[in-house]
């Protein structure tokens, strides 16, 4: 059993190359590629990925749900694993993941860890060991079985924003899901450019708007007017 790692990502020059690097580093036989979906970066995002040794391709629009689709779309491992272009995971991913699917788990995440020493993000550290609809975005990672991914239809590409918490609550009705207990770590860059607080009320208004059935259009307006933060 096998797992294609699936990054997407949009303008992640300063990132994408040590990801990868790492990544690799602490690969073993169950990975059969990393796949770098890019949305058309203006910055050198797909030079840096390919020389660190990702297949990096262009995905044929910008969007993190069609950039996602697209790199399963051209996967051949038997799971597939998302990871935004920011997060790293714990040296034993592989291992995790392999196992926890031989165990019958189709589905699941890991715990969060921020780049900071703030105190609020070791609350949001420590919540995210609840399974709840707010712990399903994809800034805990998130691995699927391929079968259980095309049977899913993949992620909503009319969806902009909130795609990866309709996809996860979608899917997990068709199997069982797993939090597995090691943390990724998370970039705090969004933290850095906006207060603790100012990102909470993002989030909690973005999300009563989706579950109040707001368009796509206004909640991205929305969360741009928000937060001092590019998507």
Known sequence: MNISVIIPTYNEADNIG????????YSNLSLAEIIVSDGNSTDTTI????DAGATAVLSPSKGRAVQMNYGASIASGDILYFVHADTWPPITYLTDVVNTVNQGYDMGRYLSAYSSKSKLLKLNALLSRLDVFAGMGGDQTLFITKKLFDQTGGFDVTMKIMEEFEF???ARKQCRYKIIKKPVLI???KYETNHWFTVQRANY???KMYRNGASQECMVRKYANLLNYPR
């Open 168 to 170: 996860c609550a979608r």
């Open 205 to 207: 208004t973005i999300m």
């Open 187 to 189: 970039s705090a860059r």
């Open 47 to 50: 030079i840096k990925a390919t």
């Open 18 to 25: 040590l990801l990868v690097t790492y990544l690799i580093k």
